[in-house]
């Protein structure tokens, strides 16, 4: 079994409603995301699956939240935009894409900052 990872990065707003704090207030970070993929086997020059393919893959989920505020996303309408929340939504959009017999998502995590990230996977 192998283990990749690639990371990306993007931009977004949010605010966390019901929150008593800071956060309740439009705010923005700098994210970046971890996908961390497993494979069962190499093809027949070495590779599990070609970076650039996984990391086009991502661009193009995460375009729908760089530069937004993710508090205005349909995605995010009953629930807040939290790093867990964004994290599974990525996963779960990621996984639909990328999943086949050899290879397969095992998790998104999610940074909003240096020191505190959320990741999601499944059992």
Known sequence: MFELEI????????????????????????????????????????IAVDFKKLKAALDEIILEFDHTNLSENPLFADVNPTSEMIAMVIYKKLKAKIND?????????VYESCSSSAMYYED
């Open 101 to 109: 017999e050899n290879v397969s998502l095992y998790g998104i995590k």
């Open 7 to 46: 990371s990306r990065e993007f931009s977004a707003a949010h605010q966390l409603r019901g929150y008593n704090g800071d956060c309740s207030k439009l705010h923005g970070h700098n994210y970046r995301i971890g996908a961390i993929l497993r494979a069962k086997q190499l093809d027949e020059i070495g």
